[in-house]
């Protein structure tokens, strides 16, 4: 950066003739303003001036609030986005159907028996079964991961309610859930096979709040189907000091969770129609459901609302991008992907027209840092999209990426994908508790995430290049 | 500061002859060091090293948790206060019987019915009376403040919830819950007295969390007791959106709460005895009793671990103080002060021997300051504990005081009382939630505190001049 504000000011002519060298090509490195340029200093402009990213999120979070996969809250949701949509302008709104599951939480309570009765705040794991009306009581088994329960002969696990006490690291990519979740989706699974009667692990969440995290998990039609809970952070401190005690602690579980039949939800979708080439798609994507418990406001309103503000702010400019922006409001993120299933289906014959996807569902932090995943051939188009997010505080990074879970089963078709994701330092602080609320969010940090999105999303539905194929994804993804 | 130090080194023979004339008064000013310095010092040191009050803190959080008045967890705590004033050797350890009421919480649940349906976050306050089974749906009224209710026309309240929509103000010394509290204390008479039918607060309190926070309230008996609860702080920022639509809003209260019999419970005393005086009284306050809803960490268990872990530190001196250290573990603070009451009556006779009263209930935060209401001609005194506290950031105020709430039955009597309390920036953002627990309260904090508790303590129960008797208090208070 340095370097190139002292490149600009003491050789400027070289720059020039570099400039010109390169004109043919529409990515011309160098610091000489091009209309390009231009649309996306005015796009970044409007973006941090503009309140509509918050005004979006405002409305979804006080009009429908928690929109659980298969709940009145989900209908309400889909509702509501058709509308909004429509009522923000965007072209060819409409909801495509996805059959959802339908699991019903209930209540949930638990409490340590012996030897020091105390009640704790829990959640049930998303798709858990319940408990006997009475609850189950039992002793409890304490693990620090899944290998150590792995590594457990089964008679000691028998009859014994598994405590999985393994804490998640608070890291800016987020990537201490990557090594930690296992042990809420494949916990019980494993718990069962050697004979518990139930589990409950440590939230896999981050920070000192009793807020217990829920988040899907797993059964093996082979198996019992053992119910599933996560204690709140503070709760799972407890229980492990009443176990460093040494005597047997007995712990009650009740949950009244059930699935019942499946229902229907939708993707809502709306576009900003490209002016030349309008049958090839940006797709801006972000999940439309959230779990049950807060008001998704982070996880993923936020999501929705910096792409639904994106779209729009390129749609007001004085003329289109040469593509077609399409907003993706995915149904069931949280419970199983079907929206995502869905839309690969539904546009199986439109995807090799996908010029990029890219999804927001990393809550509502600043922007962070900026990957792709799209044909090295295009690598000077990351270069000079990194270049326009740097004063946003974005940086370019290199690791492996796979574009947000929405958008995995476009990989078959080599769909390019990009990433612009959140610095997710807090982000699992409140991810699936009850405190995801519009409280937890600042208007600055989400105005600057549409900043960001916009300066992608434009330069993808505006340069001549395509982005893709993609690399092909290795089988095991 | 460095001034002191400055002529400490430069003039020291200037200090020394002040010290020498000033020798008769021990409180001679100067950075001489003398015995009492020495053993301050000496207490200072060993308390930042000790984790002792941190170990206490956990022990009745994990083996209590929660110990409402009138519960039996209250009840369990008693027994915990006793066995542990015992195991760490304090003498005269017993429990004083104290009546105390018994409210129960029962269960709570509140939604908007329309224009938007969402489910709220809320508690009951304490005291309420439960609603009908079916619960209470009404339209919302709001008001800002408890002004703006008194001058609103019955006939515009009656038939109404009330929502009492006013923000408290983050401070360091916690005088925003004192200008705000007033809506929860109040608000029910003061709606009923208009006809509501029921009462909504946003809850006093602090941050961005979604507990929330209850609290005792009042009623008339000559006016209709009506139904009172407190939102969380998300929720109540949800209801206010919702009402700045324009349209009515409906909203269903719920609550099973209700009042049973009086319950028994104590306040726990144990002594370090006095070498010379041990009828003279430094008294080092806490109340046992918390609310139901969190484990009661640091409202009010950190003060129960400072006084105890301070007490414990000065009786590991070679030889006690002049003085008697009791540690008071006062029952139900938090709804009636009734153990207040009782200590003040049992121990009316003994009152005029009171040589200090202290209480710590204002969390676990670092201390900060220190302040005192005692006779005038002690003020040197003052000054002299200030130095010594300086060091550990604590600085004299010069604000009215009053002592804490356990201790205003002992103003009658003039006992001399003095404030040593905490930080309370990040107090109210979890005080009388469920989000009290041993997870917030920083080790390194709770060790300071016994430090500053412990140079308090220690100058008041060695120095040999009174400290009373304390001026009167006016008819007010």
Same mark, same amino acid.
């Not at 006997?132 to 991961?145: D, M, Q, Y």
């Not at 270069?383 to 990194?386: D, G, K, P, S, Y």
């Given at each position: 950066m340095s370097n190139r504000t002292y490149h600009a000011g003491a050789s400027s002519l070289v720059i $020039? #003739? *570099?400039?010109? #060298?390169?004109? +043919? %090509? %529409?990515?011309? *490195?160098g610091p000489e303003p091009d209309p390009l340029t231009d649309t996306v200093a005015a796009l970044q402009r409007d973006a941090l001036a503009s309140s509509r990213a918050w005004e979006v999120l405002e409305s979804l979070t006080v009009e429908v609030g928690h929109r659980f996969t298969g709940s009145s809250g989900d209908r309400a949701a889909v509702a509501w986005a058709e509308r909004t $949509?429509? @009522?923000?302008?965007? @072209?060819?709104v409409h909801a495509e159907p996805v059959t959802v599951p339908h699991w019903v939480r209930g209540e949930a309570s638990g409490e340590t028996l012996s030897p020091f009765p105390q009640a704790m705040e829990l959640i049930a794991l998303g798709g858990s079964v319940g408990t +006997?009306?009475?609850?189950? &009581? %039992?002793? =409890?088994? @304490? =693990?620090? &991961?899944l290998a150590e329960l792995e590594f457990l002969p089964d008679e000691q696990v028998r009859g014994k309610i598994v405590f999985i006490n393994e804490r998640m690291e608070r890291t800016r990519d987020g990537s201490g859930y990557g090594t930690t979740v296992a042990i809420r989706g494949r916990g019980p699974v494993l718990a069962a096979g050697k004979g518990a009667v139930a589990v409950l692990i440590r939230s896999v969440g981050t920070g000192p709040q009793r807020f217990p995290h829920t988040g899907g998990t797993h059964y093996d039609d082979e198996l019992p189907k053992i119910p599933a809970a996560a204690l709140a952070i503070p709760d799972a401190d407890v229980l492990e000091a009443q176990l460093r005690h040494g005597e047997p602690v007995r712990?009650? #579980?009740? $949950?009244? &969770?059930r699935t019942l039949p499946d229902a229907t939800s939708a993707n809502v979708i709306g576009e900003i129609r490209g002016r030349e080439r309008p049958d090839e798609i940006v797709l801006l994507g972000a999940h439309l459901d959230s779990w049950d418990v807060g008001t998704g406001a982070v996880d993923d309103g936020a999501g929705c609302a910096i792409v639904t503000a994106t779209a729009r702010l390129i749609g007001d400019l004085p003329r289109h991008p040469r593509r077609t922006l399409r907003v993706v409001l995915f149904a069931n993120e949280e419970f199983g992907l079907s929206g995502a299933r869905a839309y690969a289906e539904a546009h199986a014959e439109e995807l090799p027209r996908h010029a990029l996807a890219v999804e927001s569902d990393l809550g509502a932090g600043p922007p962070w840092r900026f990957g792709t995943r799209w044909a090295p051939e295009a690598r000077p188009v990351a @270069?000079?999209? *990194?270049a326009w997010l740097e004063p946003l505080g974005v940086e370019l990074f290199e690791d492996e990426i796979h574009g947000g879970a929405d958008l995995i089963p476009l990989a078959p078709a080599r769909v390019p994908v990009a990433e612009l994701p959140q610095d997710a330092s807090r982000y699992f602080d409140v991810h699936h508790t009850a405190n995801d609320t519009l409280t937890q969010v600042d208007p600055k940090d989400l105005a600057k995430n =549409? %900043? *960001?999105?916009?300066t992608l999303a434009y330069a993808a539905a505006e340069i001549p290049e395509s982005l893709g194929p993609a690399p092909e994804v290795e089988r095991s993804r």
């Open positions: $020039l #003739l *570099a400039a010109l #060298l390169l004109l +043919p %090509a %529409a990515f011309a *490195a $949509l429509r @009522e923000l302008g965007f @072209e060819n +006997p009306e009475e609850g189950i &009581s %039992a002793e =409890v088994l @304490e =693990v620090g &991961s712990f009650r #579980l009740r $949950l009244t &969770s @270069e000079r999209i *990194a =549409v %900043a *960001a999105y916009a």
